[in-house]
Antibody
Framework: QITLKESGPTAVKPTQTLTLTCTFS??????????VGWIRQPPGKALEWLAL???????RYSPSLGNRVTLTKDTSKNQVVLTMTNMDPVDTGTYFC????????????WGQGTLVTVSS | QSVLTQPPSVSAAPGQKVTISCSVV????????VSWYQQLPGTAPQLLIY???KRPSGIPDRFSGSKSGTSATLSITGLQTGDEGDYYC????????????FGTGTTVTVL
């Protein structure tokens, strides 16, 4: 059974750095072709892809975020960490992590999401 | 980068059929691999359709996908109250960012 779960702070202040962790089971980031991505959803709005990291440490980031986002992985702990700098109230939303298999064009398993509020 | 446009909402009575369109702006959808996600209230998105018309294991055949010309379509037949929620089409940016692209989302209401 494949599961993913996001964890991290529920609130941050403007200009602070957000760090979220995706802990997964049922698959490994040592396996050829496996990737874990992050997607966010502002309240009442659509999904937005943020970033993706693959088994070979290839990383992809949304151009809209510039250099604010960084992904790292810890294969021994089955975790992917998202770091987003200079947080702003418009970054408020639910953050999901999800699995992608390279060569497929979708996210097949999703975490439950974690709500992050950016407010002073 | 492709932009995927969906109608904001669709509705129908229980047992009826609804269709949700997904139009690609910026390229032809003929080259795109379209997926669909269902997001029930307060839950995470779930993969409903992939590669335009394939269903993951466990997804009922009431849900079907198609692609034609510059758009893709999700059809839900035998509509149930449990189908109420938001539906997103998706594809992949294979040229620039190498990441996912999601549609604007459609809310399905069962009357």
């Amino acid at each position: 059974q494949i599961t993913l779960k996001e964890s991290g702070p529920t609130a941050v202040k403007p200009t602070q750095t957000l760090t979220l962790t995706c802990t997964f089971s049922g698959f490994s980031l040592r396996t050829l072709g496996v990737g874990v991505g992050w997607i966010r959803q502002p309240p009442g709005k659509a999904l937005e892809w943020l970033a993706l990291i693959y088994w070979d440490d290839d990383k992809r980031y949304s151009p809209s975020l510039g250099n604010r986002v960084t992904l790292t992985k810890d294969t021994s702990k089955n975790q992917v960490v998202l770091t987003m700098t200079n947080m702003d109230p418009v970054d408020t939303g639910t953050y999901f992590c999800a699995r992608r298999i390279y060569g497929e064009y979708y996210f097949d398993h999703w975490g439950q999401g974690t709500l992050v509020t950016v407010s002073s | 980068q492709s932009v995927l446009t969906q109608p904001p909402s669709v509705s129908a009575a229980p047992g009826q059929k609804v269709t949700i369109s997904c139009s690609v702006v910026g390229s032809t959808i003929g080259d795109e691999h379209v997926s669909w996600y269902q997001q029930l209230p307060g839950t995470a998105p779930q993969l409903l359709i992939y590669d335009n018309n394939k269903r993951p294991s466990g997804i009922p055949d009431r849900f079907s996908g198609s692609k034609s010309g510059t758009s893709a379509t999700l059809s839900i037949t035998g509509l149930q109250t449990g189908d109420e929620g938001d539906y997103y089409c998706g594809t992949w940016d294979t040229t620039l960012s190498g990441g996912g692209v999601f549609g604007t989302g459609t809310t399905v209401t069962v009357l």
